[in-house]
């Protein structure tokens, strides 16, 4: 077993033809959020990674193993259920209440401009479609948040692209409201409680 214990986020500073030429290795997330794991890659070497604790693996990393060999890591597909707007009966701004909602409840969420990504869960999801959110069950790469604190927390400002195609609809059919949307659509229903308001008291001198 070949022994990692170094990962260069997103392969900074590698040139691209090092890239290109590395193995990869997919992995899903429950692996990925682990500091210890064993892997295989696509040469079918056997990894045995040991990186510092807390350290978040993400798509596009790359680990260094102890003989200088590089392994780029791929998000592996895995069932997620993708949360987007509703055009309808919503705006992009019912995201915010959905993250919101869901952050309560310590869910991890991968969050993008145009949707937002969590684990399968029935009861969440209900909850999500009573706000009039759409709810798609997906295979796609999940990248959750890390938290600010988190070693190797997500950032959405480097260059490296996640697997998230904004501008597609992943293969999703086009939602359509009728009787088995399982949305409730009443003139006077109300997509939102009242938002929470934090007032802020200045003392003047």
């Known amino acids: 077993m070949l022994t990692v214990n170094k990962l260069m ?3 900074k500073g590698l040139a691209p033809v090092l890239l290109k030429r590395a193995a990869t290795v997919e992995l899903d997330w ?3 959020q682990k500091s210890r794991f064993d892997a295989e890659d696509s040469t079918g070497r056997r990894l045995g990674v040991f990186l510092p ?3 978040l693996v993400r798509g596009g990393d790359v680990l260094v193993a102890e003989d200088g060999s590089l392994v780029r890591v791929i998000a592996a597909p895995q069932s997620v259920l993708r949360i987007t707007p509703c055009a309808n009966h919503g705006s992009p701004f019912d995201l915010v209440r959905a993250a919101y909602h869901l952050g309560n409840r310590h869910v991890q969420i991968e969050l993008t401009p145009t949707h937002l990504k969590i684990e399968p869960d029935h009861v ?7 706000m009039h959110l759409i709810v798609n069950e997906a295979r796609e790469g999940f990248e959750p948040e890390g938290g600010a604190y988190a070693a190797g927390g997500h950032s959405h400002g480097h260059d490296k692209a ?8 992943h293969g999703h059919e086009a939602h359509v409201h009728g009787p088995d949307c399982g949305h409730d659509h009443h003139d ?4 939102a409680a009242a938002p929470a308001v934090v007032h ?3 003392r003047r001198p």
């Not at 996640?162 to 609809?169: I, K």
């Not at 006077?188 to 997509?191: P, V």
């Open 9 to 11: 986020p997103q392969g």
């Open 30 to 32: 429950d692996v990925r």
């Open 53 to 55: 604790r807390g350290t």
């Open 124 to 130: 969440l999801a209900d909850m999500l479609r009573a």
């Open 162 to 169: 996640h697997g998230h195609d904004h501008g597609h609809d």
């Open 188 to 191: 006077h229903h109300d997509h």
């Open 200 to 202: 802020f008291h200045t």
